[in-house]
């Protein structure tokens, strides 16, 4: 029966991270991202510093990054929602690999908001030149989807990471590999919480679905309930960082 999912078992969120990084719309060009967003209020030489370290770094106060933030988790949570409510009407389920086309396309917008932030609040970009992503920096990510679903274990884990990054930055350090060791098993621990959630989120949805007026309504209210909470969650946690701290970047020049 059309509109109706059917889960044997518990999603896998790897492949789910997989499928949505290949959407075209899930790339965010820090470059430009940083340079659009910083140009309404600082300079020529803030911008180039805040994209050559990050903005920290560049003295760009936490009041003003917060500021920017909320107006880019407003904006992307609005079009998110939009698409959701399109997409939640009768009529099956597109599949995109071995996932449900409109799965992969939320994790996408999941990941363009995590982006953002983290490109404000001093982290370095996630894709390559070539818009590829390698196994490390696809364990980095699933750390701060984790924080988005709030593992603690994923807190934790970036806040250490967050501090070697910092540091590196601060003393103009060569980068260094930052998820090996002990963070490989707390990403496959947050990696499987995560499964989990959207499993429960995927029966969530398809019930929603079944209902033809109030499919797209349900759906999109669903997104809007989870969507911007998980945003400004993982802006509340990467503002409280070292690397998002002007002041740390003052310190750690005295050292």
């Not at 963070?183 to 989990?196: E, F, H, L, T, W």
């Amino acid at each position: 029966m059309k509109g109706i999912i059917t889960l044997s078992k518990e999603i896998n969120f790897d492949i789910v991270l997989a499928e949505a990084i290949k959407l075209p719309i899930v790339r965010i060009d820090r470059e430009e991202f940083l340079r659009t967003s910083l140009s309404k209020y600082f300079d020529a030489n803030t911008i180039n510093k805040a994209i050559s370290k990050n903005p920290a770094s560049a003295g760009i106060c936490v009041d003003k990054i917060a500021e920017i933030a909320k107006s880019c988790i407003d904006y992307e949570t609005t079009k998110v929602t939009l698409l959701s409510a399109a997409a939640g009407v009768p009529g099956g389920l597109a599949i995109v690999g071995t996932v449900p086309a409109d799965l992969a396309q939320y994790f996408a917008h999941v990941i363009r908001i995590l982006q953002k932030l983290i490109y404000l609040y001093g982290w370095k970009e996630l894709f390559d030149e070539n818009g590829q992503m390698d196994d490390e920096t696809k364990n980095l990510l699933t750390l701060f989807v984790g924080i988005m679903f709030g593992v603690n274990s994923a807190v934790g884990a970036v806040a250490k990471i967050s501090d070697v990054v910092a540091q590196n930055i601060a003393k103009n350090l060569a980068k260094q590999p930052l998820t090996k060791g002990f963070i490989y098993p707390i990403v496959k621990q947050v990696a499987r919480y995560i499964g989990v959630q959207m499993t429960k989120e995927i029966f969530a949805k398809g019930v929603a679905k079944i209902v033809p007026l109030i499919g797209g309504l349900v759906s999109g209210t669903l997104t809007y309930a989870t969507y911007k909470p998980m945003a400004i969650r993982l802006q509340k946690h990467l503002s409280k960082m070292n690397i998002a701290d002007p002041d740390f970047y003052t310190t750690a020049k005295d050292f």
